[in-house]
């Protein structure tokens, strides 16, 4: 049973940067995909970033060109490098997953994904 915790949440000023890791454990698959998803205050948790077992990567327009998702698998750790943050980055972080691949054409659809973790508060002010 996969078990994946997320870190590295806070607070920030506009403009600054904040790097989220996920450690998974119990999820071992050779095809997968593992998804950023947030939920900014009061709105719907929206996909952020997305990147599978190849390393190929997705974006929202959003966040695209200002935020980075990577992964380390000797380490077993996804990572979100978020840079330029502004005060609507701001949100509770989930990292996801699922055995598979990535549907790039409905990656953004949390349903997919069985595997969550519990969340890392971002705060960014103006």
């Known amino acids: 049973q996969g078990h994946l915790v997320e870190s590295g949440g806070g607070s920030v000023q506009a403009g600054g940067s904040l790097r989220l890791a996920c450690s998974v454990s119990?999820?071992?698959?050779?095809?997968?995909?593992m998804v950023w998803f947030r939920q900014p205050p009061g709105k719907k948790r929206e996909g952020v970033a997305a990147?599978?077992?190849?390393?190929?990567?997705n974006y929202l327009d959003a966040v695209s060109g200002r935020f980075i998702i990577s992964q380390d698998n000797a380490k077993n750790t996804l990572y979100l490098q978020m840079n330029r943050l502004k005060p609507e980055d701001s949100g509770m972080y989930y990292c996801?997953?699922?055995?598979?691949?990535?549907?790039?054409?409905?990656?953004?659809?949390?349903?997919?994904?069985?595997?969550w973790g519990q969340g890392t508060q971002v705060t960014v002010s103006s």
């Open positions: 119990g999820f071992t698959y050779s095809s997968y995909c």
């Open positions: 990147i599978d077992n190849d390393g190929r990567t």
């Open positions: 996801a997953a699922e055995r598979g691949g990535c549907p790039w054409t409905t990656v953004w659809l949390e349903y997919q994904y069985n595997y």
